[in-house]
């Protein structure tokens, strides 16, 4: 297999590695009538719309190639396949006696039902389930198949892999979908996951569930008897608004990964980036600059690490066509603007919706002079990743204050060292880092930057009022990107042997608890002020002592 090709006759040169062909197969191609694992639309749009040179243009194209070819190569989404069998029900109000004598023919059995007949629909493709119901909603059993056609269809019907809208669809059209997703139904492992760091997973309580509230589908449900999130790969739809919204980046987008988005960001290194989702925009014809570079996305997975990263890489402003901008996207664009009016003076994302929005970002966006910055980001998650990009803005400024909100939430942590008792309970709870435990000088420590302001430290910290999380801002100054001391305690010495083993804040509020229970027994009071080590050996001691009738326990 060759690696690039392009099908037509080009208006411009081509780079030599780049073959012009009628037929073949390539990795990378600008046409879907060139076979190709990757198909790349931006690649005509960009010759037919770019003001450039010829030869900028030819340049430019190379970029495209190369950056289509740099995320494939980084990809990590996993290709399945799913028998399918040939039971479809049709849902209508409307008479498809024709659609269903075509399906028929076609060797398709098919049963035809009105939309008040379906209660319910579960299950995935070729394993669907549907529960029927009369005019009263009395429940009247379930009915198997293996595809549902639902024309204008209850949202329910549609969440399920294997269920389509075949509302404004011809009945040819229809059976191309059918033949498409049977005998064998392809898809792809889509998203990524990292539980570690999921603010989700493992939890008392339930302090964030985004990726479900945002998936249209079933892909992402919560097992909250177990706090575990369950993943049905073959229900995804590839949207990428999960990403936009996980906001410690423990999921991320198989097909373009973090790793392949710092790679191709640095590719755009002086031109000003079209980044496009809604791929409708290759079906217009827009003026673009000289130096605008369209970047396809195919999802709508965009977070601050991801626009940050690209800015910086780039040194200019970004424009993002986007005509229905994820959650955490637009949240994440509210942010980064505020962070470059203040350093700055000057916007950095233009979000267009329309065509209208788009021509007059294109001809605002430019060169950001002091942005660009080059770092690797090896090894970080994803709020690490933006905080060192940021932090490099901030230098030794102290910038003001970013006003965040549920989109993307920032925090600040405050400890009130009177009631802390330094056991930890709160760094423990904390799984992206912001807080930590400092053994040099018995210390914790928070790092504003990193913090996802979920709040679960302060609903597992056991002492009332010890510690509060305030959301809603990020101060642009030096301390918000390093760890700052909120309290620290002298360690305790065991009475018995001298070594240190604990807090004394920690040995101070246990015994305030205990010795009342403990009576006269000064031998149980000592073992509050031992080591564990110690403690037990004294136990043990005067266990022996008491079975040889020296004391009384």
């Not at 995804?236 to 423990?250: H, I, K, L, N, R």
């Not at 002079?369 to 905080?387: D, K, P, Q, V, W």
């Not at 009332?464 to 309290?487: M, Q, Y």
């Amino acid at each position: 297999m060759k690696e690039f090709g392009y099908f037509g006759k080009p208006i411009i040169p081509l780079n030599d590695a780049i073959e012009i062909s009628q037929s073949g197969r390539y990795l990378v191609s600008n046409d879907a009538r060139l076979e190709a694992d990757v198909i790349a639309p931006e690649i005509d749009f960009y010759i037919a719309c770019s003001k450039a040179s010829a030869l900028e243009v030819s340049k430019g194209v190379s970029l495209l190639y190369e950056s289509r070819a740099q995320v494939y190569d980084l990809a990590r989404d996993v290709p399945y396949e799913k028998q399918v069998g040939n039971r479809i029900i049709i849902v209508s109000n409307e008479p498809r006696d024709t659609l269903k004598s075509l399906l028929c023919d076609s060797g398709y059995e098919v049963i035809s039902l009105a939309s008040f007949e379906v209660k319910f629909v579960y299950g995935a493709v070729g394993e669907l389930s549907v529960i029927l119901s009369d005019y009263a909603g009395t429940n009247l059993g379930e009915v198997e198949c293996d595809l549902l056609l639902a024309s204008h269809a209850a949202p329910f019907m549609l969440r399920q892999s294997g269920c389509f809208d075949i509302a404004a669809l011809s009945d040819e059209a229809v059976l191309e979908i059918v033949k498409g997703a049977s005998p064998k139904y392809k898809f792809k492992s889509l998203t990524t996951y990292d539980e570690s760091i999921c603010q989700y997973a493992k939890r008392r309580d339930e302090i964030c569930a985004r990726c479900v509230e945002v998936c249209p589908t079933v892909a992402i449900l919560k097992d909250d008897e177990n706090r575990q999130l369950v993943f049905s790969h073959v229900d995804c739809v590839g949207c990428g608004e999960c990403v936009s919204v996980c906001p410690s980046g423990s999921l991320d987008f198989a097909p373009f990964m973090r790793e392949a988005w710092a790679s191709v960001a640095r590719l755009y290194e002086g031109k000003v980036a079209l980044v496009v989702a809604d791929e409708s925009l290759y079906k217009s014809h827009v003026s673009l600059p000289e130096n605008v570079l369209p970047l396809a996305l195919g999802a709508r997975f965009l977070t601050q690490a991801h626009l940050m990263g690209l800015l910086q890489e780039s040194g200019c402003a970004v424009v993002l066509y986007d005509s229905a901008p994820a959650r955490g996207t637009s949240g994440a664009v509210d942010i980064i603007n505020q962070i470059y009016e203040l350093k700055f003076n000057k916007k950095a994302i233009y979000l267009a919706k329309n065509l209208t929005e788009l021509e007059a970002a294109l001809n605002e966006a430019g060169t950001i002079e002091g942005s660009y910055y080059n770092m690797s980001e090896n090894a970080l998650l994803m709020r690490e990743i933006f905080a060192k990009r940021v932090e490099h803005l901030v230098g030794d400024s102290e910038l003001g204050t970013v006003h965040t909100d549920e989109r993307v939430r920032y925090a600040n942590v405050i400890i009130n060292e009177d009631k802390c008792t330094l056991c930890l309970s709160c760094v423990g709870a904390c799984n992206v880092g912001a807080l930590i435990a400092d053994k040099k000088d018995n210390s914790i420590k928070f790092n504003a930057s990193i913090c996802t302001a979920c709040g679960y430290c302060e609903s597992s910290c056991a002492e009332p009022g010890a510690i509060e999380v305030r959301t809603g801002e990020l101060r642009l100054a030096p301390a918000s990107f390093e760890f700052i001391k909120l309290a620290s305690d002298e360690l305790f010495a065991c009475i018995e042997c001298g070594k240190e083993f604990a807090t004394k804040k920690s040995i101070e509020k246990i015994a305030s608890i205990m010795l009342p229970h403990f009576g006269a027994d000064s031998l149980k009071a000592r073992t509050l002020y031992c080591c564990g080590e110690c403690k037990a050996k004294i136990m043990f001691e005067a266990q022996i002592k008491q079975q040889r009738g020296d004391i009384d326990v």
